[in-house]
C-alpha cells in the first residue's frame, strides 16, 4: 500500500486517515489514488468510519456498495467489527485495483458481500456466484486466536480471509473465459471433483504428508478451488507487503531500482524473489520484539510456479487480455 500526500499541508496520510494531523476531514479517492479534503464523503462515515469518497452527497462510496447485506446490529459488537471488516476490504480492493479489478475501465461483475455477525453458532465464510459471505465477528482477536490454533494455522487475519474469498470470485471470473479452464486445471487439477466430498477428506484425515513440496498450506491441498485461493491471496499478500515496503521508503539490495513499482512488475520471478527476500528479513526483525513472523510460510519451486501462474493471470484479467 501507498502512503499518501496530505491534500492540505505537509506531511503524509495513511490509507485508513479520516483526517490530517491537524485534525482537517479527508476522503480518500480510489480512482485517483489520493486523498481529498472535500465531500461528497462516504454516507457510511459516521457509521463504521469509512473514509472514501461517494459520487453524491447521501451514496455510498464504491466498497460500500459493494455490501448488500450488514450485520444485525442487535448482535454484541456486530458494528464496531463491522467497521474493521469494510476496512480490511478497503484495503483488499484497492490493492486489486492496481491491477485494474472492479474499477470503472474493468467491464465486469464486481463481488456482492454479505457481511454477517454472529449469533450462537459460527458464520461460514464462502464464495458463490460472485457473492462473498463475512464473518464480521473474525476481527474478535480471542476468537480469531482460538480458531487459528484449533485450526493449527501460522497466520490468521480478516485481511487474508477478504483476499481469500474475492480470490474465489476471481476465479469464478476467469471462469467464464475460454482460454483460462485448460490452463487452470493444467497447473492446479481439475476443479469438477467433489468439493464437499475433498473437504470432508481434508478435514477428516489432514493433508497429504508432502503437501510443503506443492502447496503454500494445508488448507490449499484440500482441492483445487481452495489451491486457487490460498495462491492468488498469497500472491496479494506478498505484493502489498513488497508495495509497503518500497512506499516506506525502505531499502534492499534485490529491489531493481528507486522508484520501482511491484504492481507494474511483469515479471513474477522477479516479484515473487524481492517478496521473499524482504519477507525473511522483516520475519527477523518481528523475532526481536518476541512478536510472530510477517510472513510465516515457504516458498516451494512448485508453489512459486503457481504464484506466477496466477500473477499472469491476474495483471491482464480484468481488462480481459
Known sequence: ????????????LWFDNLATADGTPVAYDPQARAFLP?????????????????????????????????????IP?????????????????????????????????RPVFHMLAEGPTPVPMGHAEGVVTISVAEVDPVLVAARREALEEPY?????????????????????????????????????????????YYFENGPPPEW???????????????????????LLHLTDITDSFVAAGLSLPQLPHAGWDPYSEPDPDRLIHVAASLSVGVNHVNRSMGLPDLYPFVLSNHARHKLAFVHDWLRRGAQGR
Open 156 to 200: 490468521r487475519t480478516m485481511i487474508g480471509h477478504m483476499r481469500h474469498e474475492i480470490s474465489h470470485m476471481l476465479w469464478w471470473r476467469l471462469s467464464l473465459r475460454e482460454d483460462f479452464l485448460d490452463a487452470f486445471r493444467a497447473m492446479f487439477g481439475d476443479e469438477r471433483i467433489d468439493y464437499r466430498a475433498s473437504l470432508q
Open 1 to 12: 500500500m501507498r502512503v499518501f500526500a496530505n491534500p492540505v499541508g505537509g506531511g503524509s
Open 212 to 234: 510443503r513440496q506443492h502447496y503454500l498450506t494445508t488448507y490449499a491441498s484440500a482441492h483445487p478451488h481452495e489451491d486457487w485461493a490460498e495462491t492468488a491471496a498469497h
Open 38 to 74: 472535500m465531500p461528497p464523503f462516504c454516507v457510511n462515515r459516521d457509521i463504521i468510519g469509512c473514509n472514501w469518497i461517494a459520487p453524491e452527497q447521501g451514496a455510498f462510496c464504491r466498497s460500500c456498495a459493494m455490501t448488500a447485506l450488514a450485520p444485525d446490529p442487535s
Open 77 to 109: 459488537d456486530a458494528i464496531p467489527n463491522w467497521a474493521k471488516t469494510e476496512a480490511a476490504k478497503r484495503w483488499a480492493l484497492d490493492n486489486l485495483g492496481r491491477w485494474h479489478w472492479f474499477r470503472p475501465e474493468d467491464p465486469g461483475a
